[in-house]
């Protein structure tokens, strides 16, 4: 199977500022953890909507997974807020996505927020793209395999800041979705991986 990774804003746009942290440089940061994840799993092949720090467009996004014929689009994202106070994580289909969609968004879901609670992150729920501010993503919904969007943590709350600029947080961040990807598709470790969601 094919996982189109896809690592939100880069070039000019920069996404969320957290303290010292770019959205941009964090979603990369993990679609290239999970990408080296994904594929220590046999049968998993992995492409990326950027691999650099330029701009694209959620069209291109979403016509390259498309054109790649992915399997599954993952698109990843950091919380934000003017309110430093709030917290949490959260996951987002289209709210026109049928039910494989939903049932691969409720199980991704449930493992992060599985592996997420250990460091007393909230689980704020799984969501539609019509609760977002602007109502909708266009990524999610011109792709026309599953697509997720992962909303990891708020770049913007102090504690949530530090782990996303944490290695070691991320990376066993990123080892947990690529477990919850690799049960989902039933794909076997091609070599021992240490579980971080049990």
Same mark, same amino acid.
Request: proline share 3%; net charge neutral; glycine share 6%.
């Given at each position: 199977?094919?996982?189109? #990774?896809?690592?939100?804003?880069? $070039? &000019?746009?920069?996404?969320?500022? $957290?303290?010292?942290?770019?959205?941009? +440089?964090?979603? =990369?940061?993990?679609?290239?953890?999970?990408?080296?994840?994904? =594929? @220590?799993?046999? $049968?998993?092949?992995?492409?990326?909507?950027?691999?650099?720090?330029?701009? /694209?467009? @959620?069209?291109?996004?979403?016509?390259?997974? +498309? &054109?790649?014929? @992915?399997? =599954?689009?993952?698109?990843?994202?950091?919380?934000?807020?003017?309110?430093?106070?709030?917290?949490?994580?959260?996951?987002?289909?289209?709210?026109?996505?049928?039910?494989?969609?939903?049932?691969?968004?409720?199980? #991704?879901?449930?493992?992060?927020?599985?592996?997420?609670?250990?460091?007393? /992150?909230?689980?704020?729920?799984?969501?539609?793209?019509? &609760?977002?501010?602007? $109502?909708?993503?266009?990524?999610?919904?011109?792709?026309?395999?599953?697509?997720?969007?992962?909303?990891? #943590?708020?770049?913007?709350?102090?504690?949530?800041?530090?782990?996303?600029?944490?290695?070691?947080? =991320?990376?066993?961040?990123?080892?947990?979705?690529?477990?919850?990807?690799?049960?989902?598709?039933?794909?076997?470790?091609?070599? +021992?991986?240490?579980?971080?969601?049990?």
């Amino acid at each position: 199977m094919l996982v189109c #990774l896809d690592p939100g804003h880069g $070039g &000019e746009d920069v996404g969320a500022i $957290g303290f010292s942290l770019l959205e941009k +440089n964090v979603c =990369l940061d993990i679609a290239y953890r999970l990408r080296r994840k994904l =594929l @220590a799993y046999e $049968g998993i092949k992995v492409t990326m909507t950027r691999s650099i720090d330029i701009n /694209v467009s @959620a069209e291109e996004r979403s016509r390259w997974a +498309n &054109e790649q014929d @992915a399997d =599954l689009f993952l698109s990843i994202h950091t919380n934000a807020s003017p309110d430093s106070s709030l917290s949490g994580f959260a996951s987002y289909v289209s709210v026109i996505a049928g039910y494989e969609t939903r049932r691969i968004q409720c199980w #991704l879901h449930n493992q992060i927020a599985c592996f997420l609670r250990r460091y007393g /992150v909230v689980d704020l729920g799984k969501k539609n793209d019509t &609760e977002i501010f602007g $109502g909708q993503l266009p990524v999610l919904r011109k792709t026309k395999m599953p697509a997720i969007s992962i909303a990891s #943590l708020f770049i913007t709350h102090s504690k949530e800041n530090h782990l996303l600029a944490d290695s070691a947080f =991320l990376d066993h961040y990123a080892q947990c979705m690529a477990e919850g990807i690799a049960r989902i598709y039933k794909c076997k470790p091609r070599e +021992n991986v240490n579980s971080f969601c049990e």
